[in-house]
């Protein structure tokens, strides 16, 4: 692994491997990782699942969860040695070193500022806050106590993504002009199993930040920053829903490219397995790029008879990749590749969006 610029950088799928050289040339492994988890819904589940993944460089010391029968269930199958209903017998606990948040977004920031007042390394699901006050309130209580704040944002570790970078670093479609993402999903009966999640309050809005936050920042990731958010929302399918259910977002790049973000939770259509996080077209002046699946679709003429190279990309679990990199940061003092400040941003993004949905669609200029 290469270290540089304060940024840790990784291939994907490279294994935990820690060590210390004694002066006297003898080896040993490094000691383990204290690991709580405050959290046991969905996203708590796949990040106990990459945790007991790498247990012989994790101690899985503790979970928490308001549904302490959750919490239990949890702990038992993934190897945790206690379990709690108050997250506050986890942050107490010495033994833990490492904090993931897997939280409604509501509590992000409160229980970040909490972890980091106590000194603990913290992992928080994405959106990382509701605002970004919130987010830069998360940001400092880091610094103060000089402990790691990395956002749970697996698309910066998705193979497709990474492979996308590459293509576009290489020039292979010139510059480009226009992007498109469709998050196509029907997510009635998840939401319903989750009451806040239809609270505009407590969800910080509605599938424009829950699932919009994950498709601004591959965005950001393969274009570049952006300039000015236009926010339109469609009429409900879904009334029970107070924040916006679909929404359509224009976003203008500093570098001219234009990013168009379709956001749904009620688009009855098939949905991959595949974590992408969705289907995408890429268009530069010298070719096309389409991802479905797993599936990278090269189209490099114009003429009507469009020469076309398609590709797979290895499948990988990009939970247990952002994890292993939280690990290895902690580990070696670097700085998360999605950072708070870093994260920040596309948060940014996603409430200048909610400005411009506020006012009608007007475009608004992104305050980073």
């Known amino acids: ?78 190897g945790f040695s206690s379990w709690h209903k108050d997250y506050v017998e986890i942050l107490s606990n010495p033994k833990v070193e490492v904090i993931s948040i897997c939280l409604p977004i509501y509590l992000h920031a409160k229980v970040s500022i909490e972890a980091a007042e106590m000194g603990k390394h913290i992992l928080c699901e994405k959106p990382m806050a509701g605002s970004v006050k919130e987010a830069d309130a998360m940001i400092r209580a880091a610094k103060r106590s000089n402990v790691k704040l990395m ?6 570790f998705n193979p497709i993504n990474l492979r996308l970078k590459e293509l576009i670093e290489d020039g292979i479609l010139g510059e480009i002009f226009l992007v498109r993402m469709f998050r196509d999903h029907e997510l009635h009966g998840y939401i319903k199993a989750r009451p806040w999640m239809l609270d505009r309050r407590r969800a910080a809005g509605g599938i424009w930040m829950s699932g919009g936050i994950h498709d601004v920042d591959a965005m950001r990731m393969l274009i570049g920053e952006i300039e000015t958010v236009s926010l339109f ?64 679709e090269i189209y490099g003429e114009s003429t009507g008879k469009n020469s076309c190279v ?35 941003k596309s948060l940014a993004v996603i409430c200048a969006g909610y400005e411009s949905l506020r006012k009608g669609g007007t475009p608004i200029h992104v305050e980073y």
């Not at 919490?71 to 993934?78: F, I, K, P, Q, V």
Request: one cysteine or more; glycine letters at 10%.
């Open 1 to 78: 692994m290469d270290c540089r610029g304060g940024k840790a950088n990784w291939k994907i799928g490279e294994p935990l491997v820690y060590i210390r050289f004694l002066a006297s040339g003898r080896i040993i492994k490094m000691e383990r990782i204290g690991v709580g988890l405050i959290g046991c819904g969905w996203a708590g589940q796949q990040h106990a699942r990459a945790y007991a993944l790498l247990r012989d460089h994790v101690d899985l010391i503790a979970v928490a969860d308001i549904d302490p029968e959750k919490a239990r269930s949890l702990a038992l199958e993934y």
């Open 151 to 156: 956002i749970a944002e697996n698309v910066r």
């Open 233 to 296: 929302q469609t009429r409900k399918v879904l009334h029970e829903i107070e924040g916006d259910e679909t929404s359509v977002g224009i976003l203008r790049f500093f570098n001219g490219a234009i990013g168009v973000l379709t956001e749904s939770y009620s688009t009855r259509t098939f949905r991959s397995t595949f974590p992408i996080g969705c289907p995408s077209i890429i268009n530069g002046s010298e070719g096309t790029i389409m991802v479905y699946q797993d599936e990278i």
């Open 310 to 344: 398609r590709s797979r990309v290895e499948r990988r679990d990009t939970f247990l990749e952002e994890i292993k990199h939280f690990i290895r940061c902690v580990r070696e003092d670097k700085e998360p590749i999605t950072s708070g400040e870093e994260e920040r």
